[in-house]
């Protein structure tokens, strides 16, 4: 099938973060399939921002794409729901809501599993059951809603760091254009095969040093960030804008 509007919403997987283009933008997953996708006529649209959750883009991306009539939507999202705090039941009814609502103006919607990021964070464990219940969420609602699934939580490239960022939660270049190659692959899109080649050796475990780095350079700054941000009634990704707001050729 030819698709001619794509809008991708999410949020800062979806925007791109850690696959740097050379001048300091953000390229990601989406825009890899942009760019199989293009074709005269084509028009791409990116809503996401980072920080936010399920429902804070439900009430602020899934409104601005319906007006788009895209004939092609991608969802990623949910692991600021998970981080937030939110019970399984609140991140299993977000999931819903938002499945519901996008397929229900988009002719073809793509949905995503999240990977379990406590395999490759120590003290995350605590996560797993949230992240379970969003993935159960996501694969119920793609069923019941007709949304494609791209389920990725089981992927063998989940326990290779080299298929992440620094911070280990976001995708790295390499991880954005594997997942890309997923979507590609679920719409039965042709695209570069090496986009899902296995990396060549063995990536080195992680060290105790390693780990002490993480947390000093990572997460330290991200906890005292979002402790002041609370302090002052401040959301994760207020501020920020909409990626790629309007329908526009790739170029």
């Given at each position: 099938m030819k698709y001619q509007r794509f809008v991708a919403l999410g949020d800062s997987c979806t925007e791109g973060l850690d696959d740097l283009l050379p001048d300091g933008r953000y390229r990601g997953w989406a825009d890899r399939v942009a760019s199989v996708l293009d074709a005269p006529g084509f028009r791409y649209a990116n809503l996401a921002v980072r920080g936010r959750r399920l429902d804070q883009m439900l009430v602020e991306q899934v409104?601005?794409?319906e007006v788009l009539e895209p004939d092609l939507v991608a969802l990623?999202?949910?692991?600021?729901?998970?981080m937030s705090g939110a019970s399984c039941g609140q991140i299993a009814r977000r999931a819903d809501a938002m499945v519901r609502a996008v397929t229900s103006f988009a002719p073809t919607v793509a949905v995503f599993t999240l990977s379990d990021i406590s395999q490759r964070m120590p003290f995350a464990w605590r996560m797993r059951p949230r992240i379970e219940a969003l993935n159960d969420a996501v694969r119920v609602a793609a069923v019941?809603?007709?949304?494609?699934?791209?389920?990725?939580?089981?992927?063998?490239?989940?326990r290779d760091s080299r298929y992440f960022g620094p911070d280990r939660l976001h995708l790295s270049s390499l991880g954005h254009r594997r997942l890309a190659g997923h979507l590609l692959s679920a719409l039965e899109i042709p695209f570069d095969s090496s986009w899902m080649a296995p990396l060549d050796g063995v990536a080195a475990p992680a060290s105790l040093f390693d780990h002490l780095r993480w947390l000093r350079d990572q997460v330290l700054?991200?906890?005292?960030?979002?402790?002041r941000n609370k302090l002052i009634g401040r959301q994760p990704g207020d501020g920020f804008r909409a990626k790629r707001p309007q329908l526009l050729p790739l170029a």
């Open positions: 409104p601005s794409a990623f999202g949910g692991g600021n729901d998970v019941r809603y007709g949304a494609i699934l791209v389920d990725v939580a089981d992927d063998e490239c989940v700054p991200v906890a005292c960030s979002r402790s």
